[in-house]
């Protein structure tokens, strides 16, 4: 009795401390340190327990939300009051979670997610997103409507509240169980654009029911897609202008990760308060656009510490999102009747047949037409039962009764079912979803990842092995010892050989899997070349894609689809053919001259990366694959070099200055790089002070920034190139001076038709520079720098007899059928000239079996 008054004293002291400093900013800064230590040890927890994270802390807050329901059972109502106003009456409201909160989670989802892999499945992506948000809102509506005796328009409010995913728990799972990455690609992605589409429909669903507009089908969808796709155009505008600011922050990691948090806010108000669209939608389209963009624009070393930072953000944010929202369940949940828990039970059942039949009634047809890769029963089963909701369901569900538009009653039909609806897909999918993996079979790596486990973890063993053995005998310590540390492991290595040799891939398997390793190795040599700067961003953003689709292309279609992607890669980007668009039938250089500029340094950079790969094909695959293997990949590597060599050396010959010009600047900047790697050595073995390495690094730096890269010029001065043809090198200056006013200077790039046979013959072409290719109906014939074509077609009037191709860059002078009989009628000393050096040339000719005459013909 003493005992239990000397409790209730000192509860009560408490409770008067809490209710004097309840409205004390303060004291709601200790409630919410109070809440991140409990998400802290939540997490040790939960892997203990081996439950999702997402549930434990759904645990915790509904707990504290019943808290005072409990007490109350016992005789504590009254000193139990004040505590449960702690946390339910805290100054946080669905406004709060959706402009404070949900611009962190969303930013942070969008530059997590890697943009090329999940464009592998952008159509089951898209179908899952926001088709079956637009199907699970209709279905759950209509299953409700009969049922609810509430309008429709608030069943569909309903079920854009409860369409909402929550990935967070799914992927813990998944990643703790090893499942598939596809799985875990689809669900992300899903959730990625499920969560920016429901909240979209659920902002036009609601602004219907506030404007008392009589619902129309038509209307609100066209409504969603204005709000859906304006948001989305807004936010990869907003993440490209960032991206164009990065660069002025000179590496600042600090600086550029506060840009990045003020984008993310920034768009959001931008968007739902001046442009009126979806917030949401704009956030994840920055920071998509950051995902895609930054890799190539952000050093490697900063890159890492903003998606570290993001991540952290997140989480905090989403575990008090959890906490918080579950804290409110008891009083959303409110009292719940036999009438209610009928309707979560139709809910619930609306909501997985919705699933179902987006993965099984409407993904075959995109497997059919070829839209996706088929995904398997096993992975669209476990997609259905991992569609779990959470606190972001919760918000919207707090949103709903937090709005005076829609009555008490309304108001406690989606609290109800959509918290019901919430506990139910955590408690229960939640706790299962590993179940149900290891019974689909998901848990389980593929053969060839199992294959390339075993071969990386051989080679780790015996490397290993040697290592012990070679410490023992430094330190002389005992043979028994040795062996007993390298008995497991031989005996490992053994199992694997053995396994190896019982369960051996196909060899055409086995080449595909050396090929994606040696795809991803680029992948990292190439964040090497951002990191030492060595490449600009957008040569760096090109590489990387072609990195990312030598693995699409081999793991799809093994060899072949190596070698088909390594050409794509050398093929001319739309870019540079809107620049030559551009410059063909406009007459502007400077878009072609910049991507010129650009391909030579992709080019240049390509065959650094491939002889650096051949390298570590031969140091380092070959002891995992094995030397047949090895030896099957250089094959394929050399023949990649061979053509990425031809390409570069074809810019080489007509640009010799500027591609040395580049070569210097390479070197300059690996000297850079080995210079700072020495000053960073010497600084961590505590050779120089902090204060002198800073100076050096920033000697360095200022180095770097102080040297662009060259300026090219595609070279088209009409008299520079009249000086490269000597069929015009007897004329004197006047001469040449009018026939340069006659002449007009042409870019030709490889495989370009110049002639086409049939055409009408209205100019003569003079090769000042480069190669092109008669292609005549018995032969093909070669010409060169110094050659001419098309003169007899231009003075006999004839259509032309041959196609004519460039082989190579060239620059052409263009000489019109009125302005080179003007110039010859007007010049006869000219005319006398050109016949004469066209008379040498074919004496000179005359061995080639009549191929003047055949030229002619053109």
Same mark, same amino acid.
């Given at each position: 009795m003493c005992w239990n008054l000397c409790i209730q004293s000192t509860w009560l002291l408490w409770i008067s401390i809490i209710a004097t400093t309840m409205l004390d900013t303060a004291f709601v800064l200790i409630v919410i340190t109070a809440l991140l230590v409990v998400v802290g040890l939540c997490q040790p927890l939960a892997a203990h327990l081996r439950l999702p994270p997402p549930v434990l802390l759904a645990v915790v807050g509904v707990s504290l939300g019943g808290f005072p329901a409990v007490m109350s059972r016992i005789g504590w109502s009254t000193q139990t009051d004040v505590f449960a106003d702690i946390f339910t009456e805290l100054p946080v409201s669905s406004g709060t979670f959706i402009y404070v909160f949900l611009p962190l989670l969303?930013?942070?989802?969008?530059?997590?997610?890697d943009v090329r892999r999940m464009l592998e499945d952008a159509a089951p992506i898209l179908l899952l997103a926001v088709v079956a948000t637009l199907i699970t809102t209709a279905l759950i509506g209509l299953a409700l409507w009969p049922l609810s005796g509430v309008p429709l328009v608030f069943c569909l409010l309903l079920g854009a509240v409860v369409s909402?995913?929550?990935?967070?728990?799914?992927?813990?799972?998944? /990643?703790?169980?090893g499942a598939p990455a596809r799985l875990t690609r689809l669900v992300e992605g899903e959730a990625l654009l499920n969560d920016a589409a429901a909240i979209a429909l659920f902002a036009v669903l609601l602004g219907m029911i506030v404007s008392a507009r009589e619902p129309n089908i038509g209307t609100g969808l066209y409504e969603f897609f204005i709000s859906f796709i304006g948001g989305g155009a807004l936010g990869l505008l907003a993440g490209r202008a960032l991206l164009w600011v990065i660069p002025w922050v000179r590496d600042d990691r600090l600086a550029e990760a506060t840009l990045t948090l003020a984008l993310a806010y920034g768009v959001f108000i931008a968007a739902e308060r001046l442009f009126h669209v979806s917030g949401i939608v704009a956030v994840l389209g920055a920071g998509l656009a950051i995902s895609a963009l930054g890799r190539s624009r952000i050093a490697p070393y900063n890159w890492s510490f903003l998606t570290d930072l993001w991540e952290q953000i997140a989480f905090w944010a989403r575990s008090l999102i959890f906490v918080l929202a579950s804290i409110l369940v008891p009083r959303l949940l409110g009292d719940v009747g036999i009438h209610e828990a009928l309707l979560l039970v139709a809910l619930i059942v609306a909501a997985f047949a919705a699933r179902?039949?987006?993965?099984?009634?409407?993904?075959?047809?995109?497997?059919?037409?070829?839209?996706?890769?088929?995904?398997?029963?096993?992975?669209?089963l476990s997609i259905i039962w991992g569609g779990l909701r959470g606190a972001l369901t919760l918000v919207l569900a707090l949103a709903a009764?937090?709005?005076?538009?829609?009555?008490?009653?309304?108001? /406690?039909?989606?609290?109800?079912?959509?918290?019901?609806?919430?506990?139910?897909?955590?408690?229960?999918?939640?706790?299962?979803?590993?179940?149900?993996?290891?019974?689909?079979?998901?848990?389980?790596?593929?053969?060839?990842? #199992?294959?390339?486990?075993? /071969?990386?973890?051989?080679?780790?063993?015996?490397?290993?092995?040697?290592?012990?053995?070679?410490?023992a005998q430094y330190h002389a310590l005992a043979q028994s010892a040795v062996e007993h540390v390298i008995e497991p492991y031989q005996a490992w290595v053994a199992a694997a050989d053995a396994r190896d040799d019982a369960e051996r891939l196909p060899e055409r398997d086995r080449l595909a899997i050396a090929l994606v390793a040696l795809a991803n190795q680029e992948r990292v040599l190439?964040?090497?070349?951002?990191?030492?700067?060595?490449?600009?961003?957008?040569?760096? #953003?090109?590489?990387?894609?072609?990195?990312?689709?030598?693995?699409?292309?081999? /793991?799809?279609?093994?060899?072949?689809?190596?070698?088909?992607?390594?050409?794509?890669?050398?093929?001319?980007?739309?870019?540079?053919?809107?620049?030559?668009?551009l410059y063909r039938y406009f007459g502007i250089q400077r878009f072609l001259a910049e991507r010129l500029a650009d391909r030579v340094e992709l080019l240049l950079m390509m065959q650094l990366l491939v002889d650096r790969i051949v390298s570590f094909n031969d140091e380092r695959l070959a002891a995992v694959f094995g030397e047949r293997l090895a030896e099957l990949t250089k094959e394929i590597i050399e023949h990649r070099r061979e053509e990425v060599s031809g390409a570069f050396d074809a810019l080489r010959r007509q640009y010799p200055d500027?591609?040395?010009?580049?070569?210097?600047?390479?070197?300059r900047q690996s000297a850079l790089r080995r210079e700072m790697g020495r000053y960073q050595a010497l600084f961590e073995e505590g050779l120089i002070p902090q204060e002198l390495f800073d100076d050096l690094r920033r000697g360095i730096g200022s180095t770097r920034a102080s040297e662009p890269r060259p300026r090219f010029e595609i070279g088209l001065d009409t008299h520079r190139l009249i000086e490269r043809l000597d069929i015009l090198s007897g004329l004197d200056e006047p001469q040449l001076e009018r026939v340069a006013k006659l002449l007009r200077p042409r870019f030709t790039v490889p495989n370009e038709r110049i002639i086409r046979r049939g055409d009408r013959g209205d100019a003569v072409f003079f090769i000042a520079s480069g190669a092109v290719e008669v292609r005549l109906s018995a032969r093909r014939i070669r010409l060169g720098s110094g050659d001419f074509f098309g003169e007899m077609a231009l003075l006999a009037g004839q259509p032309r007899q041959a196609d004519v191709v460039a082989l190579t860059y060239c620059r052409l002078l263009v000489l019109r059928k009125a302005d080179f009989e003007r110039f010859l009628a007007a010049n006869p000393d000219a005319r006398e000239v050109i016949n004469r050096v066209a008379a040498e040339r074919l004496s000179m000719n005359q061995g080639d079996g009549n191929r003047t005459r055949e030229i002619a013909k053109l």
């Open positions: 969303v930013f942070e989802a969008g530059i997590a997610t909402t995913t929550d990935p967070a728990a799914v992927i813990a799972i998944f /990643r703790d169980i179902a039949l987006v993965l099984f009634g409407l993904m075959p047809p995109l497997e059919l037409f070829k839209l996706t890769q088929p995904i398997g029963p096993a992975y669209k009764t937090e709005n005076p538009a829609l009555g008490p009653e309304i108001q /406690r039909f989606i609290a109800a079912l959509a918290t019901g609806f919430v506990l139910f897909t955590l408690f229960v999918n939640g706790t299962t979803l590993r179940l149900v993996i290891a019974l689909l079979g998901l848990n389980r790596l593929s053969p060839r990842i #199992q294959v390339l486990r075993d /071969r990386v973890l051989a080679l780790a063993y015996s490397e290993v092995v040697d290592s012990v053995r070679d410490m190439v964040l090497e070349m951002r990191a030492d700067q060595i490449a600009s961003p957008a040569t760096v #953003q090109v590489l990387l894609g072609i990195s990312d689709t030598l693995v699409e292309g081999t /793991r799809a279609e093994g060899r072949l689809g190596y070698r088909r992607a390594a050409e794509a890669g050398l093929s001319f980007p739309i870019a540079f053919r809107v620049a030559y668009f500027y591609v040395a010009a580049l070569e210097v600047r390479f070197l």
